[in-house]
């Protein structure tokens, strides 16, 4: 097999905890309510079309996109319009959500529900991207920017790689794994009609050596095309960060402050190619998608499919209750996502997992002082030196943070993981890159 | 040999001070040359600011505000819109004995934390243990204890005041603004949560504010915090000054038209509008029927918690079950 590829700077490897990988993904009942927040992706909040009171069926327009990054919202559920008011989000704060009712289960007469596999693909590329717009499809690894936006390089920049993102290097998640496992047919349609809209003719599909299982079911079913390769990887945190999974595969290196079509390459993830394959073929907006629900004390770790707008409570019930002794709930993985301070927070486009972490392992230890170790500098995968631009934030010397590309961080957490000191290195970081992007938007004013 | 030596020193001190004439002479040219003329008022200006540095004028330094101060005489004939917080009136007077005008006096203002989040009055939800640093607690969750527009208690405030004027109070986790204030406004930018205002110090210290942010609806703002602004207007209502404005579900305190007569305050009923060093109230006249009813102890010294408008003053209602004692 020779030496598996991996990024060229930095990393660490966390213990897995891939708790799991084995648990076939299940289908959650509807809930009784549906609570669909109105910013559900990167950029401005989506525009409600839907009045209280209306009555609404399953993969219904509800929102409209409300800016050029921006995504149209359908229902995931069908009932009544309870009400459009501010709820509960991830973080605790209030924002505009459209609340539904829900009263059995009619879908729209527009989606195809049945499950034959559709495999040819006779659309043009520009119908292609106009209904992955429709369907609202937004990065379904997390970041939730709108993937049609992706598929349209801007003048003068050509696609010539379409990089399919299975690495999944966050500990415990396994929602991608299983995904690959279940549905890599139409994840494999998925990524044909993706490189039909991009025109491109070469896919990479990465994915890391923890998953033997997966790379091989997926080689299986591309073995007739030579223009899709699986790629396998070494395990290597954070391999499925854009920019390092490019530098993985295709070894090009994405300029400072660029995007990845300036050096050829647009990334995609295995639930995103998922979610394209059944709007295109099946004509089916995202009103679902597969959420792992892990952690050591939980005594179901499983991966469901749920509609979204599903309170998280559902979901932790469905993996047989919240164990005793839960010190925080992690709205994604243990190394990039953020504790949820509700758990009637719903399901959106971007929850990749629910983890609960136990008393002992969730609290933060003390903070001590740097000793200089340079261990965050040796693992940042962006080479940048966290100790001295954490420092200038926490100083308020943006002009240097500025200078030492605090931009560029992708605040992955590799240098808080590693350090003896236990700096809150990555919460500087975020505070830095707030207060930069301020300073920088002004500027531009 | 004594000549030689002679020689040499004299040499050498002719030829330096020599060199020094010349280079004296070429300097006096190149400095009448390149001249730069300062009116000497900016530095008499400078003199009088107290030297602060806090940019609470605006400026950067006092020495910018100066330059400021005597080009806005110079063009407009007068210094209105440029005072220096900190200075105050006497100050804005000895400016404007320098500049030769007449200066306004400005009505000396304070910094005011408009928010009462205590752990009683909003219990703790959720426990934050992320860096010490508003900025980032606002960027990643709601608060503590629930409420979106709640003080986050790290002490943002704190660090960004140069008076020593604003600390944490271990108990509330709220800042508390002392008398050093100045109003320079450090604390109002450094706020992400825009909870500190610049408000009247109005006479004698005493102000009326809403201590209350929470533009949420009152049932959700009431759910996070016992003395949330719920947005009922029945202060509105009994405001005859047209000094209170409701805007989504939040009173609002207009300092210029208010007259502290407190009158909002007795109406509260999440006691969200504090009042600031005023004298403890009178005993409210009691109802007919209680004074009737009480009048035979002659106790009307204890005021009537029937009313509910007296918060239980613990001395006096000592007092008033000393006077039975005694009686007895």
């Given at each position: 097999m ?32 549906a609570?669909?927040?109105?910013g ?8 409600p079309i839907?009045k ?11 929102a ?21 008011d501010n ?39 520009k ?24 598929l ?13 993102n ?5 500990p415990?998640?396994?929602?991608d ?20 809209a991009?025109?491109?003719?070469k ?11 997966a790379?091989?079911?997926m ?15 070494k ?8 920019k390092?999974?490019?530098k ?11 995007l990845?079509?300036?050096v ?18 099946k ?14 004390a ?21 993996a ?16 990039m996502?953020k ?7 719903p ?13 002992e ?20 995968p ?16 943006f002009?240097l ?5 605090i ?16 700096i809150p ?8 890159k ?9 500027r531009?004013? | 040999?004594e ?16 060199l020094?004439?010349i ?17 000497p008022?900016i530095?008499e200006?400078e ?12 400026f ?14 110079k063009?407009?004939g007068?210094?209105n ?8 009136n006497?100050?804005g007077?000895?400016l404007g ?5 007449e ?33 980032f607690?606002?960027?990643?969750y ?10 986050l208690?790290?002490g943002?405030c704190v660090?960004?005041?140069d008076?020593d ?9 709220l800042?508390?603004v ?27 210290d ?15 703002a ?17 405001c ?8 989504s579900?939040l ?5 210029e ?5 407190r ?7 999440t006691?969200?509008?504090?009042e ?7 005993p409210?006249?009691?109802k ?20 509910g408008?007296?918060k239980?003053d ?15």
């Amino acid at each position: 097999m020779g030496i598996l590829r991996t990024f060229a700077l930095g990393g660490i490897h966390p213990d897995e905890n891939k708790l799991s990988s084995n648990a076939a993904i299940e289908e959650i009942p509807v809930p009784k309510q549906a609570i669909v927040p109105l910013g559900q992706n990167l950029g401005a909040p989506s525009k409600p079309i839907v009045k209280k009171g209306d009555d609404v069926k399953v993969g219904q327009l509800i929102a409209e996109a409300g800016g050029f990054i921006s995504t149209n919202i359908h229902s995931p559920v069908s009932g009544k319009v309870f009400k459009i008011d501010n709820s509960m989000d991830a973080s605790g704060f209030r924002r505009p959500c459209i609340i539904i009712n829900v009263d059995g289960d009619e879908w729209d007469e527009s989606v195809d529900t049945t499950k034959d596999l559709i495999s040819d693909i006779n659309i043009e590329s520009k119908e292609i991207i106009e209904r992955i717009k429709n369907a609202g499809i937004v990065g379904m690894g997390g970041a939730t920017f709108p993937t049609y936006v992706k598929l349209m390089p801007p003048p003068g920049k050509t696609a010539e790689y379409l990089i399919i993102n299975g690495v999944e290097c966050e500990p415990y998640l396994t929602s991608d794994h299983r995904m690959m496992l279940e549905k890599g047919r139409e994840i494999v349609i998925g990524i044909k009609i993706l490189m039909k809209a991009l025109n491109v003719n070469k896919a990479f599909i990465g994915i890391e050596n923890n998953k033997p299982d997966a790379i091989s079911h997926m080689r299986e079913l591309v073995r007739e095309n030579d223009d899709i390769q699986v790629q396998p990887l070494k395990v290597q945190y954070p391999q499925g960060g854009e920019k390092q999974l490019i530098k993985a595969s295709v070894n090009r290196e994405v300029p400072s402050g660029k995007l990845p079509i300036e050096v050829g390459c647009v990334v995609q993830n295995v639930g995103t190619a998922f979610a394209v394959y059944e709007a295109v073929q099946k004509n089916k907006p995202l009103i679902e998608r597969v959420v792992t629900v892990t952690g050591k004390a939980v005594k179901k770790p499983s991966n469901f499919r749920v509609r979204i707008g599903t309170p998280i409570n559902v979901l932790i019930e469905a993996a047989e209750g919240l164990p005793d002794n839960t010190g925080k709930i992690i709205n994604g993985g243990p190394m990039m996502g953020k504790s949820i301070t509700s758990l009637d927070m719903p399901v959106v486009k971007g929850t990749s997992g629910i983890l609960l972490l136990e008393k002992e392992e969730s609290s933060r230890k003390v903070e001590g002082p740097c000793i200089r170790c340079s261990k965050c500098t040796y693992v940042c995968p962006m080479g940048l030196e966290p100790f001295l631009i954490s420092k200038a934030a926490k100083l308020g010397n943006f002009e240097l943070a500025e200078n030492e590309s605090i931009m560029d961080c992708i605040e992955c957490g590799s240098c808080q993981y590693g350090c003896p000191a236990a700096i809150p290195l990555v919460d500087y970081l975020r505070l830095g890159k707030i207060k930069v992007g301020q300073i920088m938007r002004s500027r531009k004013n | 040999m004594e000549s030689a030596v002679d020689n040499i020193i004299i040499i050498a001190i002719g030829g330096l001070g020599g060199l020094g004439l010349i280079m004296a002479i070429i300097l006096y040219f190149i400095a009448n040359k390149f001249k730069v003329f300062e009116d000497p008022k900016i530095d008499e200006v400078e003199e009088a600011l107290p030297s602060a540095n806090c940019g609470g004028c605006g400026f950067p330094g006092c020495r910018a505000y100066a330059e400021a101060a005597v080009n806005s005489e110079k063009e407009h004939g007068n210094i209105n819109g440029l005072n220096c917080p900190v200075g105050g009136n006497d100050v804005g007077q000895e400016l404007g004995r320098i500049l030769g005008l007449e200066v306004e006096d400005q009505d000396p203002m304070i910094a005011v934390v408009r928010c009462n989040g205590s752990p009683t009055n909003s219990p703790k939800k959720v426990n934050y243990e992320g860096a010490t640093s508003c900025a980032f607690a606002h960027a990643l969750y709601a608060g503590e204890g629930g409420c979106m527009y709640s003080c986050l208690g790290l002490g943002d405030c704190v660090d960004a005041c140069d008076f020593d004027a604003i600390h944490m109070n271990p108990d509330t986790g709220l800042p508390v603004v002392n008398d050093k204030c100045t109003a320079c406004g450090a604390c109002v930018t450094a706020c992400p949560r825009d909870i500190i205002e610049l408000r009247k110090r109005g006479p004698k210290d005493k102000r009326i504010f809403v201590s209350c942010i929470n533009q949420e609806k009152g049932a959700p703002a009431k759910k996070n915090c016992s003395v949330a602004c719920i947005g009922c207007a029945k202060c509105d209502k009994v405001c005859n000054f047209d000094a209170i404005t409701i805007t989504s579900f939040l009173a609002y305190i207009d300092f210029e038209k208010c007259t502290l007569c407190r009158k909002c305050v007795e109406v509260c009923p999440t006691s969200a509008i504090h009042e600031v060093n005023f004298k403890p109230r009178k005993p409210r006249p009691e109802k007919p029927k209680v004074t009737t009813s009480v009048s035979d102890n002659s106790q009307n010294t204890v005021p009537s918690m029937e009313s509910g408008k007296v918060k239980p003053d613990k001395s006096v209602i000592a007092k008033g079950i000393e006077i039975i004692e005694t009686k007895e």
